[in-house]
């Protein structure tokens, strides 16, 4: 399975998303599942407005490549700009994990940090609680518990 992240923290964050979805289905991106959203603080900078994130689960057999232009086109589409890294925008679609992959050519996979990220790792939690982080080798479940209290504590399902 593939799973990519979806969040927004500028403008109607859950019409971003839902947009988003729209638009990955018709670049026939299926999607199996998703999750409910799930609100955190922005980071690396937590004055920014607080994002709004979910996590879908697709069968698509695009490759890492193809999907990442799809990806940066409906985050156009949808107003994003090429601002300051890590700055707040309308949409921010990531592959999180490609099947069993590891790498991709020069794409990272599973995605670097999402290991450490509560707004990641408890959505993918809440539709498959049997994922395992395919170079750490560690349950969803280890990776959720080795997380800070307080990321734990700071994300709510909404």
């Known amino acids: 399975m593939v799973y990519i992240g979806i969040g927004s923290n500028l403008?109607?964050?859950?019409?971003?998303?839902?947009k988003a979805k729209f638009l990955l289905d018709l670049n026939k991106i299926n999607i199996l599942k998703f999750s409910s959203y799930y609100e955190s603080l922005s980071w690396p900078n937590q004055k920014n407005p607080k994002f709004l994130n979910i996590i879908l689960e697709s069968d698509t057999k695009l490759p890492p490549i193809k999907l990442l232009k799809i990806f940066k086109?409906?985050?156009?589409k949808l107003g994003r700009k090429n601002n300051v890294k890590n700055s707040p925008r309308e949409c921010d679609?990531?592959?999180?994990s490609y099947y069993k992959h590891k790498s991709q050519g020069n794409i990272t996979i599973p995605h670097i940090k999402m290991h450490k990220?509560?707004?990641?790792?408890?959505?993918?939690y809440e539709i498959n609680k049997n994922w395992y982080h395919p170079k750490l080798k560690i349950s969803i479940e280890k990776l959720i518990f080795s997380l800070p209290i307080k990321d734990i504590r700071s994300i709510k399902q909404i």
Do not use: A, Q, T, Y
């Open 11 to 18: 403008g109607n964050r859950k019409e971003n998303i839902e």
């Open 73 to 76: 086109s409906i985050e156009n």
């Open 93 to 96: 679609i990531d592959i999180i």
């Open 117 to 124: 990220r509560n707004f990641v790792l408890i959505p993918l």
